[in-house]
């Protein structure tokens, strides 16, 4: 269960799509990091992902978890971004037979759920198909 301080603070990651590149070897991360974990250079730069790239691979959730259950069954994939950063995603608005491995995708910003019967509403990324 996420709690509301750990979603407020994923925020700019979550809501604009922010990463950071170490200054040295130029790697992108996402969820931003302190340090650099290939060349161990903290000297980090905000980045932002890149918005579209393509399916590397992909399942479909028939028994989801609680927050989720009115979704199911939903396919979530691992993407590869233009930019070469991984992330893993919901997969919306695509026939679960049309999916397949290298489907081009792009990022939409929607609603995730709702936590608790008058929770909060928890947003983020989606992925649909770049025609």
């Not at 590397?56 to 028939?62: V, Y």
């Not at 069954?73 to 993407?79: D, R």
């Amino acid at each position: 269960m996420t709690t509301p301080s750990r979603y407020w603070r994923e925020i700019p990651q979550r809501y604009r799509g922010e990463a950071n590149s170490c200054e040295k070897c130029k790697k992108k991360f996402f969820p931003p990091r302190l340090i650099c974990p290939k060349c161990g250079n903290r000297d980090l730069a905000k980045a932002k992902i890149a918005d579209k790239g393509k399916v590397l691979s992909f399942t479909i959730i028939r028994v989801p978890p609680s927050p989720f259950k009115d979704q199911a069954p939903y396919a979530v994939g691992i993407v590869e971004l233009k930019d070469g950063v991984k992330i893993m995603g919901q997969i919306v608005e695509c026939d679960f037979k049309d999916l397949k491995v290298g489907l081009p995708v792009k990022i939409e910003f929607r609603k995730m759920f709702k936590e608790g019967h008058s929770g909060i509403l928890c947003y983020g990324y989606k992925f649909v198909p770049d025609s």
